[in-house]
């Protein structure tokens, strides 16, 4: 069955990196999109970065140039690299599935599979 896996997160000080995977199964990943959101306590959940299908990304202005959104075939993944990482990121990251294209990133109704995410806390 379709399933997407969040791993990678943890605790991390202000300034500091980390690195998510989203390891899907269950489908081709070349046939989809591939969208990183996160919710953040008492807060909506948004959508910060996506991976089209033509290879493409999108990042939410909160998050661009801090994160990189990538593919790796080889393992069936997507990867948000996370840098410079503020007390604000702070929040559980998922992934989820798209057939539409990045325009859509940031709106979670076009999203049909979700994986269950992981917990980023980023404090000193």
């Known amino acids: 069955q379709v399933q997407l896996v969040e791993s990678g997160g943890g605790l991390v000080q202000p300034g500091g990196s980390l690195r998510l995977s989203c390891a899907v199964s269950?489908?081709?990943?070349?046939?989809?999109?591939i969208g990183w959101f996160r919710q953040a306590p008492g807060k909506k959940r948004e959508g910060i970065a996506c991976?089209?299908?033509?290879?493409?990304?999108y990042y939410t202005d909160s998050v661009k140039g801090r994160f990189t959104i990538g593919r790796d075939g080889y393992k069936n993944a997507v990867i948000l690299q996370m840098s410079s990482l503020k007390p604000e990121d702070t929040a559980i990251y998922y992934c989820?599935?798209?057939?539409?294209?990045?325009?859509?990133?940031?709106?979670?109704?076009?999203?049909?599979?979700w994986g269950q995410g992981t917990q980023v806390t980023v404090s000193s």
């Open positions: 989820a599935r798209t057939v539409y294209n990045n325009r859509y990133c940031e709106d979670e109704k076009f999203f049909d599979a």
């Open positions: 269950g489908f081709a990943l070349n046939y989809y999109g």
């Open positions: 991976t089209g299908r033509d290879g493409t990304t």
